[in-house]
């Protein structure tokens, strides 16, 4: 039973504390079982429950508690950073890599300026240097980033950056690939992500996107007859050839025209197969030029033909005549009949190739298959010879040789191309 205290015992009280109007007093009163109810009186003689601030102030001081230590972690030592950095090379994300973990594992070279820079060669590379390889080789990236010109994209810095697909196994650059970076890229603030892209892309397109081609070429005035004898077995194999015409003022112009009509190309081959070599020696490339190169090229033109690409006789050059034979024509085929020679294709994306004799005395059918069966995507395999049938000389090529090598390149899907629509390889780049 809980003890009852009148008013005027409660004023008793008051008065004896000492207690003005203006103070509280917390009385406990007592209950059954000895413990108090956690009331107060204030000077209005009103109970108070005080509970609920009890209970907060408690939950207050634990979530106060919790919220310190979460805002607080356990701290990394340099140690424990500099391991999660080296762990993060070939990562798929770094960016969680922050300017602080590099500043704390004394990386100098990075800054909050280079940190994207750094974050994609971590995710880029498949590298796993160790510290002092990796420091160094995080300056050279920032050097490449600070660059200003392409000129200045050595092979040497790539090699340096570490970067992949640009050299061969046996540490030689690949010229080709080199060359589409340079084209790929911007002029200046080099990433390494996005050259390593660039190489990419490349070998994407060489293993995967752009054809396999063969060109197939046939020299001389005189071997007009035979190549319009055998059109329709070109016909056989939706196969095409570039015909280097001398002699023009000589020969059939209704044939020649013919052949170009059925889908075929017409070339330059000289008025009357001067050795360019020699006579512009002796002579002058001026004079070359006006007596071996513009009458023909003129009339050919004045016939309706379209001709853009031109042949050495004899695969007689020099590098004046290249200079000024290109003022003329988009494309130049040399030729090589050397006894060493050695079939294989050659970048498409040249302007200046060379033809690779299968005349009768150089013919080897496995070696030409083997030449087309090696063939990277954007490379051209360029073939030439003379007379189709046999001659008085070594200069032809026979019908039965001939179709051996259409229906070989036609079997492996490889593309028939003009001399001057090989360099096409890569499409119209116009979009």
């Not at 690949?174 to 890229?185: F, P």
Request: with cysteine; proline share 2%.
């Amino acid at each position: 039973m809980k003890y009852r205290y009148s008013a005027w015992i409660v004023a008793l009280l008051l008065s004896v504390s000492g207690c003005n109007s203006d103070s509280k007093t917390v009385i406990e009163l007592p209950v059954e079982g000895g413990q108090g109810d956690n009331t107060s009186t204030d000077n209005n003689g009103t109970n108070t429950d005080n509970s609920s601030d009890t209970d907060n102030s408690d939950k207050d001081n634990t979530n106060t508690d919790d919220s310190d230590n979460s805002n607080n972690p356990v701290k990394e030592t340099k140690e424990e950073v500099i391991k999660r950095i080296l762990s993060a090379q070939g990562a798929e994300s770094t960016t969680s890599l922050a300017l602080k973990d590099f500043e704390i594992a004394e990386f100098g070279c990075v800054t909050a300026e280079n940190l994207s820079v750094i974050q994609g060669y971590f995710n880029t590379t498949q590298d796993e240097l160790q510290l002092a390889a990796l420091k160094h080789r995080l300056c050279k990236v920032v050097e490449l980033f600070e660059l200003n010109s392409k000129s200045l994209l050595t092979p040497n810095r790539l090699k340096e950056v570490g970067l992949r697909g640009i050299f061969f196994e046996d540490g030689k650059l690949d010229q080709w690939a080199y060359d589409e970076l340079i084209l790929a890229i911007p002029e200046s603030h080099f990433e390494y992500a996005a050259l390593q892209g660039a190489v990419e892309d490349f070998l994407h397109n060489q293993s995967s996107v752009w054809p396999k081609q063969i060109n197939i070429s046939f020299d001389d005035g005189g071997a007009l007859n035979s190549i319009h004898d055998h059109l329709d077995l070109f016909d056989k194999y939706n196969a095409t050839f570039t015909y280097y015409v001398s002699h023009y003022s000589t020969i059939d112009h209704s044939k020649v025209a013919d052949i170009e009509n059925r889908g075929h190309e017409i070339g330059h081959h000289g008025v009357i197969h001067r050795h360019a070599k020699i006579y512009s020696e002796e002579n002058g490339v001026q004079k070359w030029i006006a007596d071996d190169i513009t009458p023909q090229l003129d009339a050919m033109r004045k016939d309706g033909l379209t001709v853009t690409s031109y042949a050495y006789p004899f695969g007689a050059y020099t590098k004046e005549t290249d200079r000024e034979i290109k003022k003329y024509f988009t494309h130049v085929r040399k030729f090589a009949s050397w006894s060493s020679v050695i079939y294989r294709g050659e970048r498409s994306d040249r302007p200046i190739t060379t033809g690779l004799s299968m005349d009768s005395h150089r013919f080897d059918l496995d070696k030409i298959q083997n030449a087309i069966d090696t063939l990277k995507g954007g490379e051209t395999l360029y073939l030439a010879t003379h007379v189709i049938g046999k001659t008085g000389n070594e200069w032809y090529i026979t019908p039965e040789n001939l179709e051996n090598v259409l229906a070989y390149a036609s079997a492996k899907g490889l593309k028939f191309c003009h001399t001057s629509e090989c360099m096409n390889f890569k499409g119209d780049t116009t979009n």
